[in-house]
C-alpha cells in the first residue's frame, strides 16, 4: 500500500510560482503512474495533470497548459509540480494520486491519494 504525502503549497501573489512536491513510500514507485488533482471550495475535483511511471508521457488539462510543468524523480520517489504564472482561479487544495499500470486523466482510475496541500492565489 503506497503512501503519498503532498507539501509545498503556500499563499502566493497572482503571477508568482509555487513547486508542489509529493512524497511516496510504501511501494514500488517506479511502477506507479501519477496524478495531481485540484479541488476548490464547492467545486469537485478535476484533473489538472499526469505523467506515466516512466516520465516520458505527461498530460495537462487544458487550463495549466503551458503554465504547470509535471516531473518525476524515481530515484527520490517524488513526483513535482512546478506551478508559473498562477492565477487566483488555481486556488484549490492540490492532490496526488498514484496507480499502477498507465496514467489516466480520470479521478476514478486513480488507487491512491495523499492528503492534499492548499494553494492560494491572492490577486
Known amino acids: 500500500q503506497v503512501q503519498l504525502v503532498e507539501s509545498g503549497g503556500g499563499l502566493v501573489q497572482a503571477g508568482g510560482s509555487l513547486r508542489l512536491s509529493c512524497a511516496a513510500s510504501g511501494g514500488t514507485f517506479s511502477v506507479y503512474a501519477m496524478g495531481w488533482f485540484r479541488q476548490a471550495p464547492g467545486k469537485e475535483r478535476e484533473f489538472v495533470s499526469t505523467?506515466?511511471?516512466?516520465?516520458?508521457?505527461?498530460k495537462y488539462a487544458d487550463s495549466v497548459k503551458g503554465r504547470f510543468t509535471i516531473s518525476r524523480d524515481n530515484t527520490k520517489n517524488t513526483v513535482y509540480l512546478e506551478m508559473n504564472s498562477l492565477k487566483p482561479e488555481d486556488t484549490a487544495v492540490y492532490y496526488c494520486a498514484a496507480r499502477s499500470l498507465t496514467s489516466s486523466i480520470y479521478r476514478r482510475d486513480y488507487d491512491h491519494w495523499g492528503q492534499g496541500t492548499q494553494v492560494t492565489v491572492s490577486s
Open positions: 505523467i506515466s511511471w516512466s516520465g516520458s508521457i505527461t
